[in-house]
């Protein structure tokens, strides 16, 4: 068996590291799966997918000469969930470069992107995290009541376990923080209850009950609906370009079943999502401080922002 690093899982004759450490990797059991069935990369197996507990340099790439890392940000996920794609990007600032890598799995095996900017050559950075609507969401939730109601009203469950299955499934809207596909199953449950309840009895409070849980189901549908979203722009100085790290552009739900008719250029990162995580928000507050004071003060602005 080889020795690898426990950074890098490189083996050690291969191994780039400052302070590597001898382990003995046994592989796993979907290791020795992936390598028969020829998914990725023996190599890339045997390493953390996700790279976490690491800095990008130098513990993923090699740091120039004279180069000093100063500060890391775990700064988005990337996921294309058809797909099965997730991937984690970090961002790293540099004395000479600012770096953005997302390791992550995917159906076929490990996926990587990389991105490094020089220091001196960036003009201004722009983060934008909002919400977008998603339209597949929407079909997919409005679907859920639907057809609980259906089915509601084809079995007839009875006007006591239909007002049992309403006031229940009413609980976790107002009980529970965010989880909203669960809310939406649980209010297209109550639906279903109230609206059950109202086709064994006919009774109006029944009906009445069924049209206000329906509300309440519009309602967490609508949060469903409204999905995180990161986009980190990069301007360079002395030309008009801008490096976009965000979710591709899709030309429409038919683009799942015959491709993505978008230009190269609207791929991004290639990913359907990009959504903010844990540190974005601190990424925001601190990245254009930094990278200005590194650019005008040097060594001063280095100690700085500088994190051990």
């Known amino acids: 068996m080889a020795n690898f690093c426990t950074k890098c899982g490189n083996p050690l004759e291969q191994c780039t590291c400052s302070n590597n450490q001898t382990v003995i990797l046994s592989p796993s059991f979907i290791e020795i799966m992936k390598n028969r069935m020829g998914i990725g990369e023996p190599e890339t197996n045997a390493t ?12 993923n790439i090699r740091l120039n000469d004279g180069e000093v890392a100063v500060k890391q940000y775990d700064m988005a996920i990337l996921r294309t969930r058809w797909k099965f794609m997730r991937a984690e990007g970090r961002l790293q600032v540099t004395n000479k470069r600012l770096l953005f890598r997302a390791t992550g799995r995917s159906i076929m095996g490990r996926t990587a992107i990389q991105h490094e900017f020089a220091i001196d050559q960036i003009g201004g950075i722009e983060i934008r995290k909002d919400y977008r609507f998603g339209i597949l969401e929407a079909l997919i939730a409005l679907a859920i009541p639907a057809a609980l109601g259906t089915s509601a009203i084809g079995a007839r469950i009875g006007a006591f376990p239909g007002l049992l299955l309403g006031i229940l499934g009413l609980i976790p809207f107002f009980a529970l923080k965010k989880m909203f596909l669960l809310k939406v199953i649980a209010c297209g449950i109550s639906v279903a209850g109230f609206t059950g309840a109202y086709a064994s009895d006919e009774n109006i409070f029944f009906g009445l009950l069924a049209v206000l849980s329906g509300i309440v189901a519009l309602m967490a549908l609508f949060l469903y609906c ?14 008009n370009e801008a490096i976009e790290i965000r979710r ?49 003060l040097g060594d001063f602005g280095i100690e700085k922002w500088k994190v051990d």
Do not use: C, H
């Open 48 to 59: 953390d997918t996700y790279e976490r507990g690491m800095k990008i340099a130098p513990d």
């Open 226 to 239: 409204f999905k995180p979203n990161l986009i980190f722009t990069i301007k360079t100085t002395g030309a």
């Open 248 to 296: 591709k552009k899709t030309a429409g739900l038919l683009s799942l079943f015959f491709g993505n008719n978008s230009s190269d250029k609207e791929e991004y990162t290639g990913y359907s999502e990009v959504l903010p995580w844990r540190e974005t928000e601190i990424a925001i507050r601190e990245i254009g401080a930094m990278i200005s004071d590194i650019q005008k």
